[in-house]
T-cell receptor, first 112, second 118 residues
Framework: KQEVTQIPAALSVPEGENLVLNCSFT??????LQWFRQDPGKGLTSLLL?????REQTSGRLNASLDKSSGRSTLYIAASQPGDSATYLC???????????FGTGTRLTVIP | DAGVIQSPRHEVTEMGQEVTLRCKPI?????LFWYRQTMMRGLELLIY????????DSGMPEDRFSAKMPNASFSTLKIQPSEPRDSAVYFC????????????????FGAGTRLSVL
């Protein structure tokens, strides 16, 4: 069974700093890797989806990379803002049927 | 569109009672997913439907859990009888497609139902 791990579990940075969130998965036979954001008391919001044939995806200040061979993905956030404070989860689509295996998330706090 | 709508937002019940959680997916979406989120186990997929048909229910913890999707605009997750260990946040999500490689298969989540079983 696919296992997805995110380290660190929590991260605090001062506003304006660039940061990297890490995601690792045990089975490299994935169809895509997705990053989500979860705000307290709310559902998840999709940020980026990287297909297995891609190496990275960008959206605004966010850049996600995928290295299937090493079982790793990173989410890079440039010029962090207090509004970026949330829990970030990565998820691997193992079967190609949108059956996602989620990591436990990294709780990010951006300090003004 | 109002997004995925879940009800109730909060549910407090006593052990042994029946609990029904409800979900209205985004109009036009053909896939619907039920998840459970706990501190210990994180976010786990319970079951998903495609075109109202259950495709994979291997994540359903036991026979006390059941899910239905009688039409494209409504789904329920029922727990009978409920137990304290069922306490969690239950999310519903929907997507326009479930095909691998299709950028339309992004899942949209509801705000969740926080269930407390005393």
């Amino acid at each position: 069974k696919q296992e997805v791990t995110q380290i660190p579990a929590a991260l605090s940075v001062p506003e304006g700093e660039n940061l990297v969130l890490n995601c690792s998965f045990t089975d490299s036979a994935i169809y895509n890797l997705q990053w989500f954001r979860q705000d307290p008391g709310k559902g998840l919001t999709s940020l980026l989806l990287i297909q297995s044939s891609q190496r990275e995806q960008t959206s605004g200040r966010l850049n996600a990379s995928l290295d299937k061979s090493s079982g790793r993905s990173t989410l890079y956030i440039a010029a962090s803002q207090p509004g970026d404070s949330a829990t970030y989860l990565c998820a691997a689509d193992q079967t190609g049927a949108n059956n996602l295996f989620f990591g436990t998330g990294t709780r990010l706090t951006v300090i003004p | 569109d109002a997004g995925v709508i879940q009800s109730p937002r909060h549910e407090v019940t006593e052990m042994g009672q029946e609990v029904t959680l409800r979900c209205k997916p985004i109009s036009g979406h053909n896939s619907l997913f039920w998840y459970r989120q706990t501190m210990m186990r994180g976010l786990e997929l319970l079951i998903y439907f495609n075109n109202n048909v259950p495709i994979d229910d291997s994540g359903m913890p036991e026979d006390r859990f059941s899910a239905k999707m009688p039409n494209a605009s409504f789904s329920t997750l029922k727990i009978q009888p409920s137990e304290p260990r069922d306490s969690a946040v239950y999310f519903c999500a929907s997507s326009l497609s479930r095909l691998a490689g299709d950028p339309k298969n992004i899942q949209y989540f509801g705000a969740g139902t926080r269930l407390s079983v005393l």
